[in-house]
């Protein structure tokens, strides 16, 4: 993984090469990883998700003819617009970008052009959040050219815009967790959110000589090609069958009533992963690995089971981590491919990969990819010169 240094640096520099603009502003947001609460955001739900070390940087230089001019060091092709002609009809990479300027336009936080080159280490299509990453990268470096610090208001103002770029332009029904971690993350900590309050506070994560491991299957997806929006389809016809507002409100014995069988196993995954989330916030608080080995393995299995989003690459390296002496593996975010998280003791990571990369050359799959996930803090930009840093107040 290239250092921040390095892809702040980069993006500095090509947005130097290819505009001629010198960067006032740089944004960075994180991917993240989520420990448990999977598809329970969208169902007014428990998640406990933690910022990577992985991130994205936005290197912003500002303009005062409103023209819109970016560009990213993992897409081939450039985005130009004008401020005042943006809209949700955008397409491709830049609606995860020039999406969230038109939202941050539609709600009077941005009023001008900029210049901006992006560079980020969050793996693509490994169900991390990279787009997340990019867009509360993109919103922040826009408010810090607008001169914008950021106060808790405007963190919130931060996650609706990447809410919106993702749902509105970007067309992938997603329910807001992956842009709150990216915004309100704290350094060594998950992030416990209430998606039915809309609450979220910290949670230390003492791991002493465990570590969390991620394993990137290298097997991609897309948010968009449906999955994801039946899966959110079927949770919402099983909280109308039932009467509720939404599946937080359901039990357990009101879901099995349920006459759909589809729609019954969809909803049994969402009441029964909520319930899984207190107890490991608990279990981790208290260091009962055997306790996250419990719940990982449940959470996986109604996931596979019952909400059928897990692949055959994503079971085998669940599997074989666990044998390997992993205390407990979990595929992680939306499905259909993507990563595993695992929490395993700090001198087990090289033997739980050497066995994932050994079942995985067994089988016949491509070679899977691995990364610590130290928990960072959330999005923040700098002012150039670096000597002032703005971030969420603590």
């Known amino acids: 993984m290239l250092e921040p240094t390095d892809l702040t640096a980069r993006a500095i520099e090509a947005l130097r090469t290819t505009f001629g603009a010198e960067a006032t502003v740089v944004g960075r947001a994180p991917g993240r990883v989520n420990l448990i609460g999977e598809h329970t955001d969208y169902n007014a739900g428990l998640v406990l998700p933690v910022a990577l070390p992985h991130a994205t940087y936005a290197a912003a230089a500002p303009r005062t003819d409103g023209v819109i001019r970016i560009t990213s060091g993992q897409e081939p092709e450039p985005f130009t617009g004008h401020i005042d002609e943006l809209g949700p009809e955008i397409e491709g990479w830049a609606a995860y970008v020039a999406g969230v300027l038109w939202t941050l336009r539609e709600a ?83 992030l416990l959110i209430d998606f039915d309050s809309g609450a979220h506070r910290n949670v230390p994560l003492a791991l002493g000589e465990r570590t969390i491991l991620v394993t990137d299957t290298r097997v991609k997806h897309q948010l968009t090609d449906g999955g994801y929006a039946s899966r959110r389809a079927q949770c919402e016809k099983a909280a109308a069958d039932l009467g509720l507002r939404s599946l937080r409100e359901a039990t357990l014995d009101q879901v099995e009533s ?68 992993a205390d407990g593996a979990r595929m992680t975010g939306g499905g259909f491919g993507g990563s595993i998280v695992s929490i395993l003791p700090l001198d087990a990571v090289d033997s739980v990969s050497a066995a994932i990369d050994k079942a995985f050359a067994e089988a016949g799959y491509g070679a899977p990819g691995h990364l610590i996930a130290s928990p960072s803090a959330g999005a923040m930009f700098t002012e150039l010169p670096f000597d002032k840093l703005r971030t969420s107040p603590r």
Do not use: Y
């Not at 050219?145 to 509105?168: C, K, N, Y």
């Not at 279990?283 to 055959?312: K, N, T």
């Open 258 to 325: 349920l006459g759909d069988e589809v729609v019954r196993r969809r909803a049994r995954h969402i009441v029964t992963e909520i319930a899984r989330v207190e107890p490991t916030v608990i279990a981790l608080g208290s260091g009962d690995w055997a306790a996250i080995g419990d719940l990982f393995a449940a959470s996986h299995a109604s996931m596979r089971d019952d909400f059928e989003i897990s692949v055959p690459e994503l079971d085998l390296a669940v599997a074989t981590a666990v044998g390997a002496g």
């Open 108 to 190: 009077g936080l941005v009023t001008d052009g900029l210049d901006m080159h992006l560079e980020s280490s969050v793996p693509l299509g490994a169900g991390l959040s990279s787009s997340a990453s990019v867009e509360c990268a993109t919103a922040v470096a826009a408010l810090g050219i607008a001169g914008r610090a950021l106060d808790e208001d405007l963190q919130r103002a931060v996650v609706a815009a990447g809410i919106r770029a993702e749902t509105e332009v970007a067309k992938a029904p997603t329910g807001g967790m992956d842009q709150s971690v990216a915004v309100f993350a704290e350094a060594g900590g998950a």
